[in-house]
């Protein structure tokens, strides 16, 4: 069965109607309509008509941006229409996975997903080696004081109990057993 998603932006004052009817001369007997963003993950219909998709079925979309703004999205929306058995064909650029023809240009646009991933986070690593050389340390700031630490440090010395150091300084036990590792101190 030909199922199609047609999809307009809520901020615009878009008509679904022209979608409608090319989805409906294509021939598909059920139609998914959705207001909302195409950059949003988090479409009600988008996902019911994923859910309710079964083997044989074909999703069609007038455009490919109809289903998503997103390659990553895009990617694993087909991935969870081809693990239902399912086909996807857009109608404006004339993609067909039920055909090889389709299914080589969906691999070309993977490769070219994965592609841009690699260089994302190649671009992601050179930033934070550029920030570790200008002193910056990543990750969360310490919740204690160089201080506080010296202080705990002198109360697990003096044999006093974990929690009862942890709920002095509102951290988690957990933290206070870890500083005692570091300085090789039992924890009780």
Same mark, same amino acid.
């Given at each position: ?61 007038? %455009? &490919?941006?109809?289903?998503? !703004? +997103?390659?990553?999205?895009?990617? @694993? ?5 081809? /693990?239902?058995? #399912? ?55 310490? %919740? &204690?004081?160089?201080?506080? !630490? +010296?202080?705990?440090?002198?109360? @697990? ?5 974990? /929690?009862?150091? #942890? ?22």
């Amino acid at each position: 069965m030909l199922v199609g998603y047609a999809r307009v932006s809520k901020a615009d004052a878009q008509d679904l109607e022209p979608q409608l009817r090319t989805l409906k001369d294509a021939g598909c007997k059920r139609i998914h309509e959705e207001r909302a963003s195409g950059g949003r993950w988090d479409r009600p219909e988008l996902h019911r008509l994923l859910d309710e998709l079964d083997e044989g079925d074909v999703v069609v979309v007038w %455009k &490919l941006d109809r289903l998503t !703004r +997103s390659l990553k999205d895009m990617l @694993l929306i087909l991935e969870k229409i081809e /693990a239902a058995g #399912a086909g996807f064909r857009s109608l404006t650029e004339a993609i067909d996975t039920t055909t090889p023809a389709g299914r080589m240009m969906m691999q070309m646009l993977g490769s070219f997903a994965e592609f841009e991933r690699a260089i994302v986070r190649e671009r992601t690593m050179a930033g934070l080696q550029a920030a570790r050389e200008r002193g910056r340390k990543g990750g969360r700031r310490p %919740k &204690l004081t160089p201080d506080q !630490r +010296s202080e705990i440090i002198g109360m @697990l010395n003096e044999g006093r109990p974990a /929690a009862e150091i #942890a709920r002095l300084f509102r951290v988690h036990r957990a933290t206070v057993g870890r500083i005692g590792a570091e300085v090789k101190i039992a924890v009780r």
